[in-house]
């Protein structure tokens, strides 16, 4: 059982940021066999709503994903990496930042994150890095901070974007996740002032929903079954939960365009042909099948899978094709490689698709690092670490000191092997954005290593689940008899983790 901290700390607010500071501890001594490279290289690639679910590191029964496994083979893999704000924009915030969503001023996709805000790419830059920010951005206003950007408008097309470049309008032909990969191997090529460590920040719009695969994988998983997960079919008849009125179900809230039954404009003649033969006459088949029911949730299920699973794979393409580029061009061995996602996602888990709750398929992220020198190959870590850590971490690994207003804490001594003691025990999760998008009220939560209390303060309801019998999170405990100790705990926690963070209503 954890131990809790007490709840009842009196926290001034020097106090709160002076907790926050996300100053490196000592290095301690280097491991056998490690070194120690100065000022390191930083390459940075985050897909959009890639479920952990999805990559072969983290076991999936779906898909394969050798590119992003060889940074979990070269490097470690972190098995309790979690969101602050399971939404595309506020996390993005939060990563650049290192501050909470009530702090950075992203508290959804409605806001515009400051371009005046310090973050961890304009302190680099500052500190002699060379800089760039390829594909998507999504925070309204342009990249600053940079030495170069080029950036996809607003969520950007699956096919045929236009980008801006330093503040110009480029339009390109071809596959997006393909055009970002290509944009940033020709910066490394070309681009970066070769006489100075560089961060590279790759961001992919895949596999953002519609899910439009690329002309290379459009016919990967024909004729295969792709498994369903336990609770495809789960109704939340049986929990008092907020969850009941979501909009984001398999079975009810898949439009027409997300399935491919409806023509996709975005596509040029060329593309259209491809696309055609690929799913006309499928297409026709469901519509003479006549499918009602669970055969009906079922077909959808298939079709959503594939097609998230197809961009899935164009993604870990470009992976490969970036650590292969490292590798050609001798700057392997002294690169940080970090590949994760803006937050987790329900690849039909509970029945649905989307993100933005705390369940675990949501608040989750998939998070893989390499190191060379630093992490030893193939290790794991169960350490609670958040996209929070982001900011500090990229400062601390080049010798550069984190502003005390930074909420989060280097990761760097957890990649070396040695967790501090005083490492948190538990993480905080705010959820802001309703009205808005698939109905999902706001809600905050507290998760430990073994349990999770959820607040839907709108609705004042609770949900506590024992994440150790029950990683589905289908039975709540919340009020029932031999749970008052561990809800008392947890509820203390969520308070000392709002006064620490300096949350307020």
């Known amino acids: 059982m954890l131990t809790f901290r007490a709840a009842a700390i009196v926290l001034t607010l020097t106090g709160i940021l002076g907790a926050g500071c996300a100053t490196s501890p000592p290095a301690g001594p280097t491991p056998p066999g490690l070194t120690r490279p100065a000022r390191p290289n930083i390459l940075f690639i985050m897909a959009d709503d890639h479920a952990w679910q999805a990559i072969g590191a983290y076991g999936s029964d779906r898909n394969v994903t050798p590119g992003i496994d060889r940074i979990a083979r070269e490097g470690m ?20 930042s290192g501050l909470y969503s009530h702090l950075n001023g992203v508290l959804d996709n409605g806001d515009t994150f400051d371009p005046d805000s310090t973050t961890f790419a304009g302190l680099l830059t500052g500190a002699g890095y060379s800089t760039a920010m390829i594909g998507k951005w999504h925070l309204k206003d342009n990249p600053r901070g940079f030495d170069h950007y080029e950036v996809l408008i607003d969520q950007g097309p699956y096919y045929n974007p236009t980008m801006i470049r330093d503040g110009e309008r480029v339009a390109h032909e071809g596959y997006t996740t393909d055009i970002i990969t290509d944009l940033a191997i020709g910066w490394l090529r070309e681009g970066r002032d070769p006489d100075e460590p560089f961060l590279l920040m790759c961001q992919h719009k895949a596999p953002h929903r519609n899910w439009q695969p690329g002309p290379g994988h459009i016919n990967d998983f024909d004729g295969v079954a792709i498994p369903e997960p336990a609770t495809l079919f789960d109704d939340w008849a049986d929990n008092a939960s907020p969850a009941r009125d979501q909009e984001m179900t398999v079975a009810n809230h898949l439009s027409d365009h997300d399935l491919k039954l409806a023509r996709q404009t975005e596509l040029n003649d060329g593309q259209r042909a491809a696309w055609d033969a690929a799913y006309d006459a499928e297409n026709e088949e469901f519509r003479a099948a006549g499918l009602t029911g669970d055969g009906l949730t079922r077909w ?27 590798d050609a061009l001798g700057l392997a061995e002294n690169t940080i490689v970090v590949y994760t996602s803006d937050q987790g996602w329900f690849l039909g888990e509970h029945g649905w698709y989307d993100k933005r709750w705390a369940y675990e398929e949501s608040m989750r992220t998939p998070l893989l690092v390499r190191w060379p020198g630093r992490v030893a190959p193939g290790s794991v870590s169960t350490d609670l670490v958040m996209n929070l850590d982001f900011a500090p971490t990229f400062l601390s690994a080049a010798g550069e000191p984190a502003p005390g207003q930074m909420q989060g804490e280097s990761l760097t001594p957890i990649l070396e092997g040695r967790t501090p003691e005083d490492w948190r025990q538990s993480v905080y999760y705010h959820y802001y954005e309703h009205p808005g998008a698939h109905n999902v009220v706001r809600h905050e939560a507290v998760r430990t290593a073994t349990h999770k209390l959820i607040s839907f303060y709108e609705t004042g309801e609770w949900e506590l689940y024992d994440l150790v019998a029950d990683q589905d999170e289908v039975t709540n405990l919340y009020g029932q008899p031999g749970t008052e100790a561990i809800t008392g705990r947890l509820r203390a926690e969520l308070e000392y983790l709002r006064a620490k963070y300096a949350v307020t209503d």
């Not at 972190?78 to 990563?95: G, K, Q």
Request: glycine share 4%.
């Open 77 to 96: 893999r972190f098995d309790r990496a979690f969101v602050t704000n399971a939404i595309c924009a506020p996390s993005r915030a939060v990563i650049l």
């Open 300 to 326: 959808k299920y298939q079709r959503y899978a594939k097609d998230y699973l197809r961009c899935v794979q164009s993604v870990d393409d470009g992976v490969g094709r970036l650590l292969a580029e490292l």
